[in-house]
């Protein structure tokens, strides 16, 4: 890299390209000139449909592939913020727009889309974790409402969200699969607890959450009572596609163009190991950023998620974990400190994302559940045998 740079690599767009190029441009010029973003950017943005323009209108733009990746480049290189809602954009919207009714979808997208409604995912419990359909949160209907009484554990934003979106029981008696419904759940509603639990990192995004008790209005039931399995697949494949960004902190945080502008920024580097290193962090960024292009779009239109999310994930899971090393090894000695960045300069992004990164190769599905489904579903190898 000494004398030389790695750029965004630079691809043949059919001519339409540059009309969404000019749409999202204009868009910049009338409401941030100068990029000056006002208060309420993120609902214009939102309300535009350029926050998540691969889904239908009104909520996005029924943008495909390559008008997707101009809109990005473009709010890139204008360093527009976009809003911070990961579950609520990532998941649990995009379910809403498979299986929510047009109340639902009215009622919850515009806050999900801003970012004014933080969300969260009940899933996981104590006893069902990458065994899910095990889950034992039991939903029982009374009247015009459901009843729960349950854990759930690994709940990330829990006890700063607004919504939740839930999977209970509601037939004990059906087979495993075929018993479970799927819900929207107030998270201010009574009988919730939150326990938020302390990582390593010393942030607790992850929490407990107990449900004594609570009541959910069953117009808040996603699709049809008992068929929540098949709407937790679409919310799984949506998580995979979320989950595996370009970051070291699924989506947030560093990404591997981030350490590759402090890196131009010195100068370049003349240890060949992390020119080496950067080279392939270069190329695992690209080839994820392409893959994700050609998945989305296909999850929002409600077809099944195919294993390529799983592929996706797999793949950047470690690419996660090679930024946060990477960003470790430039820092020289000054890695051994509480507080480091490359080349020295101390940015708390950095141990905190190092300490996080173990965390990505488990959380959304193991790396070895991930290798499975590849194993299963791409290559056609016998399915593990039962425990």
């Known amino acids: ?14 001519l339409e390209a540059e009309t969404y190029r000019d749409e999202i441009r204009a868009f910049l010029r009338e409401h941030a000139p100068d990029r000056r973003f006002p208060a309420d950017w993120n609902r214009r943005l ?40 990961p579950i609520g954009i990532g998941w649990a919207g995009p379910t809403l727009l498979v299986a929510g009714t047009q109340e639902q979808q009215d ?30 949160t039991r939903a ?18 829990a006890h700063v969200a607004q919504y939740g979106i839930l999977l209970a029981r509601t037939d004990v008696d059906a087979e495993q699969h075929r018993g479970i419904s799927y819900f929207v759940l107030d998270m201010r509603a009574p009988g919730i607890t939150v326990r938020p639990i302390k990582q390593m990192d010393g942030n607790a995004t992850f929490n407990e959450v ?41 989506g947030r945080g560093p990404t591997a163009s981030t350490v590759l502008d402090i890196v131009r920024a010195h100068g370049g580097v003349d240890d060949r190991r992390l020119r080496q290193k950067l080279a392939v962090l270069y190329i695992e960024s690209e080839v994820l950023r392409l893959i994700r292009l ?26 996660g974990q090679h930024v946060m090393s ?55 190898l016998p399915r593990d045998p039962e425990s």
């Open 107 to 136: 009622r919850y997208m515009p806050g999900i889309l801003s970012g004014a409604e933080l969300w969260c995912q009940l899933f996981s419990e104590p006893g069902a974790g990458s065994d899910l359909a095990s889950l034992t």
């Open 46 to 85: 939102a309300e535009a449909g350029w926050v998540a323009p691969h889904w239908p209108k009104p909520w996005g733009r029924d943008a495909g592939p390559v008008q997707q990746l101009v809109i990005d480049e473009e709010l890139r290189s204008a360093q527009a913020p976009r809003p911070l809602n």
């Open 326 to 380: 990477l960003a470790h090894d430039l820092a020289g000695t000054a890695g051994m400190l509480a507080d480091f960045g490359p080349f020295g300069d101390p940015d708390p992004i950095w141990p905190e994302g190092f300490l996080f990164s173990p965390a990505l190769t488990i959380g959304g599905g193991t790396s070895e559940v991930q290798r499975n489904i590849i194993g299963e579903r791409v290559l056609g």
């Open 140 to 157: 029982e209907r009374d009247g015009d409402e459901y009843v729960v009484h349950g854990q759930k554990v690994w709940t990330t934003f």
């Open 294 to 319: 050609r998945t989305v779009s296909a999850l929002v239109r409600g077809l099944e998620p195919g294993p390529e999310t799983s592929v996706r994930k797999a793949l950047s899971d470690e690419h």
């Open 1 to 14: 890299m000494a004398g030389g740079s790695l750029r965004p690599m630079d691809f043949d767009l059919p």
């Open 210 to 250: 107990f449900l004594d008790g609570v009541r959910i209005p069953a117009r808040d039931l996603v699709g049809e009572e008992n068929d929540g399995w098949r709407l937790a697949k679409v919310t799984l494949g949506n998580e995979r596609v979320s989950l595996s960004g370009e970051g070291a902190l699924w």
